[in-house]
Every structure is written in C-alpha cells, then in structure tokens.
C-alpha cells in the first residue's frame, strides 16, 4: 500500500507561487491595464518585480485567487508559474549573458497631474491612459503648485502647457475665437488672484516651483508643448519675451541675447521664435521641419543595459523598438539643442530628431515625450477624443505608462 501513496504524492504539481504578466505582442491582450494591475498591488502593499526585457517587460507577483480574478475582470492576460519556473526565469535574468534585469517595484507613487480646472480629460494623452488603465491621480494647477503642493507627490505631468504666457502661440489661428478669449481673460484673473500683474510673470513662478520639485527628488514628465515652453520659461527667467497683444507692453529689445542656457533642463542654444503670427515657441520643436510622410512615420526606442543602466531601461520597455510617430504643437527635437547630459530614448533617423528625452536634475528625474496623443496622428483643436479601447496594446501609450512605473521602483545607481 505504501508505493502508490507515494506515486501519488510525485505527480503532486508544484505549488503555484507566482503570476507572471507577460508583456511580449504575442501574448499580452491589454498591455495599458496591464500597468493597472500592478499599481493596483502597489497600492495594497505588495511587491511586484518588474522584469526589463523578458517578454518585452513582464511584471512577476504573488499569485493568489484576487490577483487572478482581477486580471480576468481587466481582460490583463496572465501565466500562473510553479515555483520551479519562476526560480527557472529569475536565474536566466541574472545570467551575464542575458540583457535582462529584474527590477523591485515597492510603492505605488503618488501622482499629480497639473491641468486647468474644467479641461477635459480627453484633451491629454496622460489623463486618458491613467484613467483606462484605472490609475488613480489628482489634478492641480497653479495655485495649488505655489502653495507648495507638490511636495505631496512623487510624479508630476504637465498638461500641454505654455509656461511662457504667449497663450499656446494660438494667437494667429484663434485670437477671435470664444474659448481663447475666455481662457486668456481666466489666465488674467488667475495671475492677478495670486499677486501677479503679468500672466508670464506667474507662469514663470510655477515653473520655478516645478524646477525645485524635481531638483529635491521629484519625478516630472512632460509632452507637447509643455517641454520646450517650460525650458523656454526658465533660461528667459527676467527676461520679457512677450509681444503686447500677450501682455501689454513690447518685449525687451534684443532678447535672444538674455536667453541663460544654464537654467534649462534639456534644451540649450536654441533661437526664440518672435513672431506673434507663428505657432511655434523656438528652433527647438521639429513639426515645421519635418517631411516624413505619416505611414513611414516611426521612431526607434534606444537599447540600453539593463543590469547597467536600468533606468532608461525601464523607461524604453516595450513590445517593440518602433513606435509610430504622432505630431504635436511640439512634435520632436532638433538634436542640436539638446544638452549633452541628456540621454535620447527615442529617435526619427529619417529626420534626424529626437523624440523622447530623460535626464536628471538635482536629485530628481524629468522625462520629455514630443507630440500631443500616440494613437492620433495629427490631433486638432475640437478633434473627437482617442478611445483606448482600441488601442489597448498602444506602444506609443506604453511609454507614458513606463514613466509612472518608474517612481516605484526601489532606487538603484545609474552605473553610465
């Protein structure tokens, strides 16, 4: 009697102690929830390893029946792994040979989107892939910013801002439309209500407080317009760069020459785009200089170590190293004004631009993405909003997911 109880005991399965989310093309239905899941465990205090380049950037976890449950609720595809494989894939992670790191994700980061109250969600890239991925975050804006409020926040978005006080450059195409009337008489007030006489003048304040938010170990992500206009504000700090139909009065003669370089986070070098008439901010942004027709429109995510240099490593983590391209007020980067400190992620070599930059300042982090939506092309004021439905393995969306992620994990040393 005792041999078969022990042939059945054999044929036992191993326990199954982990969930691996693969997030590979071939496999994954819901890249973007996928994210989801693993903030959702963040918050609920439990460790999640986040797996950089196996299976485009798994996320390994405890399995248990929620865990389960939750990723069928999400449509999240998931693999139950007995302790055996887990201990098998862990090892191949580890081996030298492999490009592969795992990496420690321990809180669920805090997270602040600054947008203008009554803008729809629908009009940032951010908001729509948080709110599809059921990524919790509050919304702040100026007032909020100078009260000192980011200091409750661990990452930070900019809405498609102009920290510049130029009203987005709209002037040319909308100065007679109802909505930039009202916002430009709304900016006015605002300004005023926090003691400021210009709208510029309190812009800049925000982006001072921003710059000191990411200099003592804040983690700040930006796209569009928001990137080159809060560079641009910085280096003009004390400088007037605005024409009377913005602020009332004519810009400092000669400006350009004012410009401090040294203040910016990404950009240096560039020349300022004077007139009112044309909607562009500086030779920074590549839109006008592009001739890449859309269906060969692509940029390619740079390869870095990921034992080395795990932070851009988290930061390019993909289903794959080619990205559809998608326009924007600010579109992507001339090369020659970008700081030499600053690591380029993502690159049109058609074009010879740059498309998505990461680079540290202080004890801090920030990250830049050109273009206004990754699943809409050439986005119009009034144009309808993404649905994400659609668009649920997004590579383009990935990236901004990447970057909420990143605050999560447990701090190692950049080694390069």
């Not at 947008?115 to 729809?120: A, L, Q, V, W």
């Not at 304040?205 to 641009?232: E, H, N, P």
């Not at 992507?332 to 690591?343: H, M, R, S």
């Not at 309808?384 to 590579?395: F, N």
Request: proline fraction near 6%; aromatic fraction near 12%.
């Amino acid at each position: 009697m005792i041999l078969p109880v022990l042939i059945f005991l054999i044929s036992i399965p191993a326990f199954s102690s982990q969930i691996l989310i693969p997030m590979d093309a071939e496999t994954q239905k819901n890249h973007l929830k996928a994210y989801g899941i693993t903030y959702w465990l963040l918050e609920k205090k439990v460790n999640v390893q986040w797996l950089l380049n196996y299976r485009g950037g798994s996320f390994l976890m405890p399995d248990s029946e929620e865990v389960r449950k939750e990723c069928r609720i999400r449509g999240v595809s998931f693999e139950v792994l007995s302790d055996q494989k887990t201990g098998e894939i862990l090892e191949e992670i580890s081996s030298p040979s492999q490009n592969m790191e795992a990496v420690l994700l321990e809180k669920a980061p805090r997270i602040a989107v600054y947008s203008p109250e009554g803008n729809k969600p629908w009009d940032d890239a951010v908001t729509m892939v948080l709110t599809y991925a059921e990524i919790p975050y509050e919304t702040i804006y100026d007032e909020e910013v100078l009260n000192d409020a980011l200091l409750l926040f661990d990452w930070l978005h900019l809405h498609h801002e102009d920290f510049t006080g130029q009203y987005g450059k709209f002037y040319r195409a909308y100065r007679t439309a109802p909505w930039y009337i009202e916002d430009k008489k709304e900016a006015e007030a605002l300004a005023a209500r926090v003691g400021y006489d210009k709208v510029s003048e309190e812009k800049l304040a925000v982006a001072l407080k921003i710059r000191d938010y990411v200099v003592g170990g804040g983690f700040m992500f930006a796209m569009c317009s928001a990137t080159d206009s809060f560079d641009i504000a910085l280096a003009a700090e004390g400088v007037d760069i605005a024409e009377p139909m913005f602020d009332g009065d004519p810009s400092d003669p000669d400006y350009q020459k004012s410009i401090d370089y040294s203040k910016s986070f990404a950009f240096t070098d560039f020349v300022l785009e004077r007139d009112p008439m044309v909607y562009e901010f500086s030779s920074i942004d590549m839109t006008n200089k592009r001739k890449v027709p859309m269906d060969v429109d692509y940029f390619t995510l740079m390869e870095f170590s990921a034992k080395w240099d795990p932070i851009p490593t988290m930061l390019t983590q993909n289903h794959t190293m080619l990205v559809k391209g998608f326009m924007g007020q600010t579109t992507a980067y001339d090369p020659a004004t970008i700081k030499p400190t600053v690591l380029v992620l993502g690159e049109n070599k058609i074009n010879g631009e740059a498309r998505y930059l990461h680079g540290i300042k202080g004890s801090g982090f920030f990250t830049f993405y050109g273009g206004h939506d990754p699943e809409d092309y050439q986005h119009m004021v009034g144009d309808p909003k993404t649905e994400l439905e659609l668009h649920p393995t997004s590579p383009g969306y990935r990236l901004i997911l990447n970057n909420v992620l990143f605050p999560a994990a447990k701090k190692q040393k950049q080694k390069t």
